[in-house]
């Protein structure tokens, strides 16, 4: 089962607008991360919030984290034609034990696909 | 700066056939996992290796076994390939223990007819 959803499930936008991407999970966690997938390549690590924080920039980005509603936000400011790609979620939940058996592992949302018109 | 290496990047096998997807990392990782990637499924964790010596399931082990072969390698067999495992296989490391990112190989994409 899916830990993370993300919606909108595909999003069109123009060169210069902002894309936000939404993010719901299910159990509590010790942190979320956001990454990015170019077509037919690896994910790549975006950024990582702790359950304690509640919002985190990174450059043009902006993650925001509710654990009361158990959801993120993912805010892409002045976007490109590069930053065209697929965004996953990605939940780790909390609990493990030293060695961060369960601490580690992530647990991955379906993805928004995002389309940044030039 | 090669990161997480996997091979092969293509296979095609047939029914029944088995075979071995390799990767290595050169980070230093404690930890090392292997996901496959289906249309409309996200990411679905196969098999996971905390520290070297250490194997665990994931969420979909079946028709799998891993061997942490050292801290650099971690190996995904599949003993007699079906149509159902047909995917990307992407493995991924980090440095486990602690809140971090994890580090993605480029994947394999496997189809079996």
């Known amino acids: 089962s899916q830990q993370g959803e993300e919606d909108p499930q595909a999003l069109s936008i123009q060169e210069g607008e902002n894309a936000t991407m939404n993010c719901s999970y299910k159990?509590?966690?010790?942190?979320l991360q956001w990454y990015r997938q170019n077509s037919g390549r690896g994910l790549v690590h975006l950024i990582l919030?702790?359950?304690?924080?509640r919002e985190k920039h990174s450059g043009r980005l902006r993650v925001t984290l509710d654990t009361s509603k158990k959801s993120s936000s993912l805010l892409i400011t002045a976007s490109r034609a590069a930053d065209t790609a697929s965004y996953f979620c990605a939940t780790a939940r909390t609990g493990g034990n030293a060695g961060g058996t369960s601490y580690g592992k992530l647990t991955f949302g379906q993805g928004t696909i995002l389309t940044v018109h030039p | 700066n090669a990161g997480v290496t996997q091979t092969p990047k293509f296979q095609v096998l047939k029914t029944g056939q088995s075979m071995t997807l390799q990767c290595a990392q050169d980070?230093?990782?404690?930890?090392m996992y292997w996901y496959r990637q289906d249309p409309g499924m996200g990411l679905r964790l196969i098999y996971y290796s905390a520290s070297e010596g250490t194997t665990d399931k994931g969420e979909v082990p079946n028709g799998y076994n891993v061997s942490r072969l050292n801290k650099r390698e971690f190996s995904l067999r599949l003993e007699s390939a079906a149509p159902s495992q047909t995917s990307v296989y992407f493995c991924?490391?980090?440095?486990?223990?602690?809140?971090?990112?994890?580090?993605f190989g480029s994947g394999t994409r496997l189809t079996v007819v």
């Open positions: 919030i702790r359950s304690n924080e």
């Open positions: 991924a490391s980090s440095e486990g223990g602690r809140p971090y990112g994890y580090t």
């Open positions: 159990t509590s966690i010790n942190n």
């Open positions: 980070m230093n990782h404690n930890s």
